[in-house]
């Protein structure tokens, strides 16, 4: 493919891609805001690593659930340092929201009664069968593995091993 082709996914200096930016049949949807816009994958490089955890657990939740999972912050392109967190730099860092009940692709935080926490640790398992997943940050409460952490009760993050 040439270089100003416009299928070619978005490629950063690490040559990391963006996240493909969910065709319908893909399991996933992206959500996310930068500097008060919607990022638009500005916000989903992603390491090859993690590249594959996404689109293998996404293949694996659409085998087994109709609802799309909401796939967050990952890194920005070149790894820069983004306002609001020192970490989500290594493209290996990722935020996943919790499934809702209603299947609505909205935020969702754990003590809300849309919060299905059976669905939100079957992903996190997902993610820990299919992916080198090395911690997983989360506040909702009864899930094994996962450990809690200020400001992680509307999104759970996972960081994988490089
Ligand atoms: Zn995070």
């Known amino acids: 493919m040439a270089e100003d082709d416009p299928l070619r996914p978005p490629q950063d200096s690490r040559r990391f ?14 959500y996310g805001n930068f500097r008060g816009r919607p990022a638009k994958g500005a916000y989903q490089f992603a390491h090859p690593i993690m590249m594959t955890a996404i ?7 659409q085998a087994i659930d109709k609802r799309r999972i909401g796939i967050g912050d990952i890194s920005l392109a070149g790894g820069s ?19 809702r009940k209603d299947g609505h692709e909205e935020s969702i935080r754990w003590w809300e009664p849309q919060y299905d926490k059976e669905s939100t640790a079957k992903l996190i398992e ?12 989360f506040n909702g409460p009864d899930i094994p593995f996962v450990n809690h952490y200020a400001g992680h009760d509307d999104h759970f993050h996972i960081k994988l091993r490089g």
């Open 17 to 30: 891609f963006m996240l493909p930016q969910a065709p319908m049949d893909s399991g996933y949807y992206v």
């Open 126 to 137: 997902l993610f820990r069968t299919f992916a080198p997943v090395v911690t997983v940050l």
């Open 81 to 99: 340092r983004p306002p609001d967190h020192d970490s989500h730099r290594s493209g290996l860092e990722l935020d996943v929201r919790p499934l």
């Open 55 to 61: 689109l293998r657990v996404a293949l694996e939740w």
